[in-house]
């Protein structure tokens, strides 16, 4: 089969030709219809997370279709189409697991880092872990949601049920979530990079309350801000938003060092809190809430060979919502 592999830090991507992987037990394996590309599969490329197997085949926001089983396998079936998500196996046996915090499991697995992803024509993944699609979604239009959609989720609920909230960084997450907001009543207020007429004019075409750079404060104080953005100056930014007892959610799995800032800004009961990984649990409800309500993505497709102008084109900016890669 066709694959994108990282060989090396810093990549780019190579286009391998390489063994289709093969159903273990407790696993299947799919033919890949659609692969989401992910701004945590930039920090894995540009080595700003270790490295933990190489090569890999990079890609966790993984649509496919069955086409093997392997033993003990009965919960899925031949021809369904699921999808593979960033947490890819835990070991079911830590404190963190056996107390429902399986995303914080001391021997996790994940989709596209210790696991081969989805940058290829085929992917195994563990069967526990794959979640079934809503039949009302496109191969391509469903592929963000298993992580920008499921990460961004776990983030909105963190962070509360107040109405005012604050998206900081308006790419493939934020887009997501700002339909679920919206849907619940709240108003939004998206930051996007400073001067990025394009993604302001977008957020306020998704339903934001109102639309500006990450340079500027909202009209309104926030009762949270869920900072997407890899960019620690944004945590500080974030504080001087909030209303007393808020919160700033940073929901990415990598982020530049946080700078210093005045205790007064966090006095007032306000909080900095982390998002790390998903629990299947999460994937359970977040694809019941999106099955009722059907979320619009905003998708940028490229074929398979094209994965590394797709990740240029995510780290400059280059489009909004997401890219998606289709074998």
């Excluded at 399986?102 to 021997?107: G, I, S, T």
């Excluded at 905003?298 to 995510?314: G, I, Q, S, T």
């Amino acid at each position: 089969m066709r694959a994108m592999r990282l060989h090396h830090p810093n990549g780019p991507l190579q286009l391998d030709e390489v063994d289709a992987p093969t159903a273990g037990p407790g696993e299947v394996v799919v033919k890949v219809l659609a692969c989401g590309v992910c701004r945590t599969d930039l920090h894995i490329i540009d080595g700003e997370l270790p490295p933990h197997r190489r090569p890999i085949i990079p890609g966790h926001e993984v649509v496919g279709r069955v086409v093997a089983l392997g033993d003990g396998v009965e919960t899925l079936s031949i021809g369904q189409r699921v999808g593979i998500p960033w947490l890819g196996h835990t070991c079911g046996q830590c404190d963190y697991c056996t107390h429902g915090h399986e995303n914080l499991c001391d021997a996790p697995a994940f989709t596209g880092y210790d696991r081969d992803g989805g940058y290829a024509e085929f992917a195994a993944a563990d069967a526990a872990y794959c979640i079934p699609i809503p039949a009302s979604y496109r191969d391509a239009e469903v592929a963000p949601l298993f992580c920008a959609g499921l990460i961004g989720y776990r983030a909105y609920r963190r962070a509360g049920e107040g109405k005012a909230i604050g998206l900081i960084g308006f790419g493939a997450a934020a887009h997501i979530i700002c339909q679920i907001a919206v849907a619940d009543g709240r108003g939004v207020y998206a930051l996007t990079r400073p001067g990025d007429i394009a993604s302001q004019d977008f957020a306020r075409a998704l339903g934001c309350t109102w639309a500006g750079g990450s340079d500027e404060l909202p009209p309104a104080l926030l009762d949270a801000a869920i900072i997407f953005a890899p960019a620690g100056p944004l945590v500080p930014l974030g504080l001087k938003m909030l209303r007393k007892g808020g919160s700033v959610v940073c929901a990415g799995i990598h982020m530049s060092d946080i700078p210093g800032f005045p205790y007064a800004d966090l006095w007032g009961e306000r909080e900095i809190v982390s998002i790390a990984n998903l629990t299947r649990q999460d994937g359970r409800d977040f694809f019941a809430r999106v099955a009722t309500r059907h979320i619009q993505t905003n998708v940028k497709a490229y074929p398979l060979a094209k994965a590394n102008e797709a990740m240029a084109d995510l780290r400059a900016g280059r489009f909004q919502g997401a890219a998606v890669l289709i074998p």
